[in-house]
């Protein structure tokens, strides 16, 4: 048996959706990037959607929008992927790391409020593994000191925070469709906003800065010299992605719903292990479970490397926790920095298989090999099922 951590949901839909844009003759970014745009931030119930190439180009073009630059400061949590650290890089700012909270592994005002100086112009805010962050707490600590708010909602479609889906409240918020999270288009990614000019800077800036999209000068009957108004890049999205990703906004209810069911009987099942924490909702919002995540008592019998490679040996194939930035050496050489939760939860947790058509079967077994190595109450587990 092989199970992997994640396997997209894509099937007959999506391949005649790329096949039609292929045959369409427009493949770049085009009328079907468009109408995702329309789709996905209707969706969300935000004001604008603007697709790109990848969230990490979702992050960097919110900086540059943001007038982020170098000498300014950005707060970030430490504990997420490297992109998120990197895009503050990207514009010659620094990136400043905060202690996570070690329920929902997001920054919250009392880990943020040690790392602000002078020179903060932003905090990435990271909604990890889907948990919504507390965006109204974080306001109310960044709001009177003029400290804007960048959403890394990389990992959020389909959560929801104070009875919205993710991104709703948000000024800027960046998403990922990246084949690790529910909506997949291959790469991709998606900034949503309710700021109309914040919207045509990013969209100018995606396509080189030009001051007239190559979808508009298409369609004109008149010749059209576009203008380059500013330094941009090339992080446009394909029109073969997007017909992909109409799809699977489509499925995002059905993805979501599956994945609660399935980490619901996780979460059962696994606090049966002594000591064992899970992922879980914060109390004003939900989970989409992009990933499941377990950390181990610090007491446990056998250390997390050790129960991934008891997991591998099954053909399960689980994860590290959510790896730390400022430990890695593209990092290391600058702080100290004292982020004690980030550290625990880096070294001592895992993430496990949860996919939409993982079966009761697959979930059996990953929890079976989690419960002998954890606990000799394993057959325990295995009876009350
Ligand atoms: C929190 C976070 N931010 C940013 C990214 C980067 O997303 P992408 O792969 O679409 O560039 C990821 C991807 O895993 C992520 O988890």
């Known amino acids: 048996m092989s199970i992997p951590v994640m396997r997209p949901w894509l099937g007959e839909e999506e391949a005649a959706a790329a096949a039609a844009a292929v045959a369409s003759g427009w493949v770049t970014q085009g009328p079907r990037v468009a109408e995702f745009e329309r789709a996905f931030a209707a969706s969300i119930g935000a004001g604008h959607g603007v697709a790109v190439s990848s969230c990490t180009a979702a992050l960097h073009l919110a900086m540059l929008a943001a007038d982020i630059g170098p000498g300014d400061e950005v707060v970030v949590p430490s504990l997420s992927f490297i992109a998120t650290a990197n895009a503050v890089r990207y514009v010659g700012a620094r990136p400043v790391f905060a202690d996570v909270d070690a329920s929902s592994l997001n920054l919250t005002p ?32 960044c709001d009177p000191r ?49 700021d109309g ?65 399935l980490a619901a009987r996780y979460q059962r099942l696994l606090a049966k292990i002594p000591g064992v924490r899970m992922i879980t909702d914060p109390e004003y919002g939900r989970t989409n479970f992009q990933s499941f995540w377990m950390l181990l008592p610090q007491d446990a019998p056998v250390g997390r490397n050790e129960l991934l490679r008891l997991l591998a040996a099954e053909g399960i194939s689980a994860r590290r926790g959510i790896m730390a930035a400022h430990s890695e050496p593209a990092y290391t050489h600058e702080g100290p920095w004292s982020l004690p939760v980030t550290e625990r939860i880096t070294a001592d947790s895992l993430i496990l298989p949860l996919f939409h058509d993982l079966s009761l079967a697959e979930q059996d077994t990953v929890i079976d090999v989690l419960a002998g190595a954890l606990t000799a109450a394993g057959r325990h587990i295995e009876a009350s099922r």
């Open 197 to 261: 000019e914040f919207a045509i800077r990013l969209r100018r800036l995606r396509e080189h800065g030009m001051d007239v999209s190559a979808a508009q000068r298409h369609a004109s009957r008149q010749p059209v010299i576009e203008r380059y108004l500013e330094t941009g890049y090339n992080y446009r999205m394909t029109d073969i992605q997007a017909a992909v990703g109409l799809v699977q906004l489509g499925k995002l209810p059905a993805l979501v719903a599956r994945r609660r069911e």
């Open 110 to 141: 009392e880990t943020v409020e040690p790392a602000l100086t002078d020179r903060t112009r932003a905090v990435i805010l990271v909604d990890q593994c889907g948990v919504p962050a507390d965006l109204d707490a974080m306001r109310k600590l």
């Open 146 to 194: 003029g400290i804007a708010i960048v959403e890394d909602a990389a990992c959020a479609a389909g959560a929801r925070y104070r009875g919205r889906p993710v991104g709703a409240s948000a000024d800027v918020a960046a998403f990922s469709f990246h084949p690790r999270k529910l909506l997949t288009t291959g790469e991709g990614g998606m900034i949503v906003t309710p």
